[in-house]
């Protein structure tokens, strides 16, 4: 008869195998930071023979703490056999060059937009992350305190076809015991104890609460969101004509009734959150001012245009190397009626530099990618030189840049500007051209 430590690795590992079975997954990026839900995440990925990809990311907001998640993660990858990207990022940078971006969100964005990155890089099938039913739960609640819906009732996906949560039936409780079971560490997050965040109150505070009247409210919140998942698939069965196309038209946005309603439900159906569904239909409630707004989602980018509501999805086969694949270089002598003609063109659609070719990588435009035009001291986004240029939204995201491998920094937006740097000058005996093939 199998002891209480082998019927929780049993069970738990039974879960993880099924949702990665049902699902048809195997490879998969997986989120770790070092705190026990990630680490049996990843545990029990490469106990059931799945093959993980780790990614820590580093944000700094928590001084020594967040050092010491880092060097958690690396040490428990090192010893588990499993490839792990480190990425560092400098949260307040991004608030300031994306307006109304709380911490939270901030993160968010950062941290799903290098996920999908490493899915493509990884070809993996999935993004998978730790959520467990106790965060289920939470979230069912945060919903209803905000006003949420069916789609905030129903919580979380098990798998939302970029991300899979394969821990979401499986408690904390269960998840500790879990790796206590085989004696794994993990560290904790000091402020997962503080009660000053809203989810952390919910968690410290409210459901414990409630526990000491109706035992098990963690599993009849589980229940309820379960049962509003299958709601919510009847209403988009309902209304699927006006959820499937990439835009969503300003007249049906402004329609007096109905327009806020089909903005959330539009929002919910390309993989929003209730709370990011809830923002977006309050910035675009404020009409033109927010012309331009933008929300990075599962597998596309939602924006809001003068067209109204546009979906912009992730293109398949969209990697660096297929864009490279679409261009090539060739090379001309340096004359002086080449350096004139190249003088006379204002366009910026064609990109020539001194430097050579195995530097420069072709791709297209990331969130957050910054340029120092000739002519000006400082840098700016390419997404606001693209927007002052009145490109479209599915323009701005198609849009092809030269980076500088050596430094990273971006040489050539196309169509739009052109750095100092690698410029063509008189003493250069070549020149090198990019054109589409």
């Known amino acids: 008869m199998k002891n209480k430590g082998e019927n929780i690795i049993s069970y738990l590992e039974g879960k993880v195998r099924a949702a990665l079975i049902e699902s048809d997954v195997r490879k998969v990026v997986v989120g770790v930071s070092g705190g026990a839900d990630s680490v049996a995440l990843l545990t029990s990925l490469k106990r059931v023979g799945a093959e993980p990809r780790a990614v820590h990311c580093n944000f700094h907001l928590r001084g020594e703490e967040s050092d010491r998640d880092m060097n958690f993660t690396e040490e428990l990858c090192r010893k588990s056999g499993v490839a792990l990207d480190i990425v560092h990022f400098d949260v ?21 937009d290098y996920f999908k990155r490493k899915v493509e890089e990884y070809g993996a099938d999935r993004l998978a992350v730790a959520h467990n039913s106790d965060d289920n739960a939470e979230t069912l609640l945060l919903n209803l305190f905000r006003g949420g819906g069916v789609a905030g009732l129903r919580a979380m996906k098990k798998d939302t076809g970029l991300i899979i949560r394969p821990l979401l039936q499986v408690s904390r ?21 503080s009660s000053d965040y809203r989810r952390n ?39 699927g004509d006006d959820l499937m196309p990439d835009c969503l038209p300003m007249s049906k946005i402004e329609e007096a009734v109905r327009g806020r309603w089909i903005v959330r ?29 933008h929300w990075l989602l599962g597998t596309g980018t939602l924006v809001f245009s003068p067209k109204g509501l546009e979906w912009l999805e992730e293109k398949s086969g969209g990697n660096e190397m297929d864009i490279e694949g679409s261009f090539e270089w060739v090379f001309h002598p340096n004359t002086p009626r080449l350096i004139e003609q190249i003088k006379r063109e204002r366009d910026n659609s064609i990109f020539r530099t001194s430097l050579p070719p195995e530097e420069i990588r072709i791709r297209r435009r990331r969130e957050g990618d910054r340029m120092r035009p000739i002519g000006m001291k400082g840098s700016r986004l390419i997404s606001d030189m693209a927007r002052d240029a009145r490109m479209g939204a599915a323009e701005r995201r198609d849009l092809i840049v030269a980076e500088h491998i050596p430094t990273g920094n971006i040489l050539w937006a196309e169509g739009l500007r052109r750095s100092a740097e690698g410029l063509i000058s008189p003493e250069d005996e070549i020149i090198w051209e990019l054109k589409r093939k």
């Open 173 to 193: 409780e269960e998840i500790e015991h879990y790796l206590s079971s085989l004696s794994i560490p993990y560290i904790i997050d000091s402020t997962n104890l």
């Open 92 to 112: 307040e940078q991004y608030r300031l060059s994306h307006k109304n971006r709380s911490v939270e969100m901030a993160c968010r964005e950062l941290r799903y």
């Open 265 to 293: 439900r539009y929002a919910l159906s390309r993989g929003a959150s209730a709370a990011l569904a809830d923002e977006i239909v309050k910035t675009i409630g404020k009409g033109k001012e927010s012309i331009g707004a």
């Open 201 to 239: 109150f919910i968690r410290n505070e409210v459901i414990p609460l409630i526990e000491k009247e109706w035992h098990g409210v963690k599993q009849s919140l589980n229940r309820t969101a379960r049962i509003m998942g299958e709601e919510e698939r009847m209403l988009e069965d309902i209304i």
